[in-house]
């Protein structure tokens, strides 16, 4: 068994998301799960987020999304293989 993740930390959230959903948008059919953090409720959000992805699909592929999201402003993304030999 092998799981592809990718987790994501976004810096200034309000303005940074809206590019960062428009590349995960880009490659849906490569994400199974998605997980998104944010300290806060209601008024009180926090300006950073995690997000975190399993991923499918190719090797290739993964790692473009992962270039792609580390070449915006205040993101930081790795990519991360775990598996069970």
Known sequence: MAKTILV?????????AVNVQKILTGWGCNIKTRLG????????????GLVVLELVGK???????????????????????????
């Open 8 to 16: 994501c930390l976004i810096g200034k959230r309000k303005d940074t």
């Open 59 to 85: 090797k290739e592929d993964n790692e473009e999304i992962n270039r792609k999201l580390n070449l915006l402003d205040d993101v930081s993304s790795q990519l991360i293989h775990l598996s069970l030999d």
């Open 37 to 48: 953090i944010h300290d806060g409720v209601l008024g009180d959000c926090s300006e950073a």
